[in-house]
């Protein structure tokens, strides 16, 4: 009996080290690429513009899978299996849809039937046959862990610059290399736009889908007004619940998902149309009553450092139309990027600070909203503070990534240095109550919205005009 207390004393001990520095039973197999062997694998992969991109499903049992093929061997068929031999399968056929260039076809698969804390293995069907599998390990459904990274804007400002291409690449391998080392429990990232520069170039896209990391972790991808540049968004992502709307055009969608008590809400914030992203939140509200936490993305940074309170835009167009929606359907915390400064704000509702937010606390039951705004892994900016602002991130020349862990009835926001996990800033969030919007409040605040939806069309008519004369968004 008492050999086995000292087992038993012995294993919890070993327990309480591994929670104390973070070890897991999960890890991300890829290592630290030097620039040299960065670039090597640059070379290798740029012209090829047939990398798989792993993205969220509908909900944590669900994956989307998307890869370019040539029309004449494109086949969209993905095998999932527990074995890296492959054995006991399960077979997806998805479908093939037109692609940017006319010598290829892209392939969109969904596989389904996920099980938390398992690894996986899955191999699509590409030019040359099977490919090698890769590996997802699949984490914890009810309480897990997810980043965000901002503006990873492949290309930078720059065009057609091959050499700023790689480098930004770089930047990105290397923060998910930090961030997926010292948090090896992430099950997915969030960006909130801004994925490449051009909106048009496949060697953009394929440098975002070049890090050793990118084909074991699921992406969902907002869009950002220089992915709005082109259409190459519309090739090269599968994002679940895309909602086309009323009035939406062109590349213009919104999409949401679920992954366990928590809904995403993503919205493309280069569209004024209010009326689609109202009811794009209307939608998955009601088909997701029960959570217990709502996430908003966007891109435009509302609330972020660097703006003032009458940037005719960001902090008065953009507010009037997305607020009132977060308000509405009982948003808790909001992610922006844009402003390329790392920024969070105290708890705002109806545009005004109504509590302090300060950095390491927690807050029960709070009233407002959290807006989070992350820089830049293509250059990020000096920063000032504003009437919003709880923290702010001083050091330009450092890139950033942001985690949100849901255990039980909390949610943890921890903003890290890029370069070596240091932690600058971190919330914690304590929700016991969980209510849905009565469908009574949210009819009331809808009238008054009606207006908002009405200007949102006549502006986006407007802007629709305005993009076809300087040749696209900004």
């Not at 167009?317 to 844009?338: C, E, K, R, S, W």
């Not at 989070?372 to 050091?395: K, R």
């Not at 009835?409 to 240091?422: I, L, Q, Y």
Request: aromatic share 14%.
């Amino acid at each position: 009996m008492k050999k086995t207390l000292r087992y038993l004393s012995a294993f919890m001990a070993i327990l309480m080290v591994m929670q104390i520095f973070g070890v897991s039973g999960f890890a991300f197999d890829s290592k630290p690429l030097t620039q040299n062997e960065w670039q090597e694998r640059y070379d290798t992969f740029i012209t090829s513009n047939t990398l798989p991109l792993l993205c969220v499903g509908r909900d944590q049992t669900e994956l989307n899978l998307t890869w370019h093929a040539a029309k004449e061997s494109a086949f969209p068929e993905v095998k999932l299996s527990e074995n890296e031999n492959m054995e006991a399968a399960a077979t997806f056929t998805g479908e093939k849809v037109e692609a940017e260039n006319e010598n290829q076809l892209v392939c969109r698969v969904t596989m389904t039937g996920i099980k938390e804390n398992t690894t996986y293995y899955y191999s699509y069907h590409g030019e040359n046959g099977w490919s090698v599998p890769e590996k997802y390990e699949s984490k914890g459904f009810d309480d897990f862990k997810m980043m965000v990274v901002g503006d990873i804007q492949i290309g930078g400002q720059s065009t057609d610059n091959p050499d700023e291409q790689s480098r930004i690449g770089y930047v990105w391998q290397s923060v998910l290399d930090e961030a997926l080392t010292k948090n090896p429990d992430i099950s997915f990232l969030l960006s909130p736009g801004d994925n490449i520069s051009t909106g048009k170039s496949a060697d953009e896209w394929q440098t975002l889908m070049m890090p050793t990391y990118v084909p074991n972790l699921p992406m969902a991808l907002a869009i950002g007004n220089h992915d709005k540049k082109g259409f190459a968004y519309n090739y090269y992502t599968f994002m679940p619940n895309e909602y086309f709307g009323k009035y939406f055009e062109g590349l213009d969608r919104d999409f949401w998902f679920r992954y366990g008590d928590v809904l995403f809400l993503v919205f493309d914030a280069t569209s004024a149309s209010a009326a689609d992203h109202r009811a794009m939140a209307e939608e998955a509200v009601k088909a997701n009553p029960d959570v217990k936490w709502k996430i908003a993305t966007m891109h435009q940074a509302l609330y972020g450092a660097g703006y003032s309170p009458l940037d005719p835009e960001t902090t008065i167009l953009l507010n009037a139309v997305f607020q009132p929606i977060f308000d509405m359907y009982g948003v808790d915390l909001v992610l922006t990027g844009h402003s390329h400064l790392q920024s969070r704000s105290d708890f705002i509702k109806n545009g005004l600070v109504i509590g302090k937010a300060e950095s390491g606390k927690t807050y029960k039951n709070p009233n407002g909203i959290i807006y989070l705004n992350s820089n830049a892994c293509c250059g990020t900016s000096g920063t000032f503070n504003n009437i919003f602002s709880a923290y702010t991130f001083e050091d330009a020349d450092v890139v950033t990534y942001t985690t949100l862990e849901f255990s039980g009835d909390s949610m943890k926001v921890k903003t890290f240095r890029g370069d070596n996990s240091e932690l600058l800033d971190s919330v914690t969030l304590s929700k016991t109550k969980f209510k849905s919007p009565s469908p009574f409040i949210v009819f009331l605040k809808r009238i008054p919205y009606m207006i908002v939806e009405f200007l949102g069309y006549v502006y986006l008519k407007g802007d629709e005009i305005t993009v076809k004369i300087r040749g696209g968004h900004f």
